[in-house]
């Protein structure tokens, strides 16, 4: 079954830990991008890729990292740094840089 | 900053067509117009885009305007499964694809 899988769905972490989301997708796409969704807003992009060892920031890119080693993969790690974590992340990719984007369904972290 | 706006919110009743507008009064001649939706806890879900010309696909239809500064998706027999809040994105940069995201419409939907 083709897709975007992300993992984990919800995850809970205390302030101060590190925390990875995975974003693992089979539809054999260059481009691939981290959006976070606060409540009642809209998407904000965090980091985006082009191609494989490539990538670039966003508009909200401070708090985060990211790497490209594999085609398929771009874990998003949300560091300390990150004033305000708690959020819903979203990772998305398309065919090519211009093309359409498709989205997972989404992973809920909450810092506590 | 988005460059699109859209009514927050609009009811429907079931059964109905559903027409969702979107102004993008600053839209460039090579930029889109893209359609997705998200119902709630999901990742959005692509609908359609169109450039210029209306466009149909098995989930909706796209109406642009021939000055292409507003336009409308159209949901031909909405169900209650079409509640979900539409956005409305022009793409800024076609080498990045970096869309925007604006607020959207929460459509409901009403059995």
């Known amino acids: 079954d083709g897709g975007i899988t992300q993992s984990p769905k919800y995850l809970f972490r205390k302030e101060g830990q590190n925390v990875t989301l995975s974003c693992e997708q089979n539809?054999?796409?260059?481009?691939m991008y981290w959006y976070r969704q606060d409540p009642g807003q809209g998407l904000r992009l965090i980091y985006y890729?082009?191609?494989?060892?490539?990538?670039q920031k966003g508009d909200i890119a401070e708090g985060y990292s990211v790497s490209r080693e594999k085609k398929e993969s771009f874990p998003l790690t949300v560091t300390s740094a990150q004033k305000n974590p708690t959020a819903f992340y979203l990772c998305?990719?398309?065919?090519?840089?211009?093309?359409?984007?498709?989205f997972g369904e989404g992973s809920w972290l909450t810092v506590v | 900053d988005a460059k699109t706006t859209q009514p927050p919110s609009m009811d429907c009743a079931e059964g109905r067509a559903a027409n969702l507008p979107c102004n993008h009064s600053?839209?460039?001649?090579?930029?889109?117009v893209y359609w997705y939706r998200q119902i709630h806890s999901q990742g959005p879900q692509y609908i359609i885009h169109?450039?210029?010309n209306n466009e149909t696909n098995e989930m909706a239809s796209l109406i642009i305007t021939e000055d292409r500064k507003s336009s409308t998706l159209i949901l031909p027999h909405a169900t209650l499964r079409d509640t979900a809040v539409y956005y409305c994105?022009?793409?800024?940069?076609?080498?990045?694809?970096?869309?925007?995201f604006g607020t959207g419409t929460l459509l409901a939907v009403q059995p």
């Open positions: 998305a990719s398309s065919i090519d840089p211009g093309n359409t984007i498709y």
């Open positions: 539809l054999n796409h260059d481009a």
């Open positions: 890729s082009q191609i494989v060892n490539d990538f």
């Open positions: 600053t839209i460039s001649g090579n930029e889109y």
């Open positions: 169109g450039l210029k």
């Open positions: 994105i022009v793409r800024v940069d076609g080498a990045t694809n970096k869309l925007i």
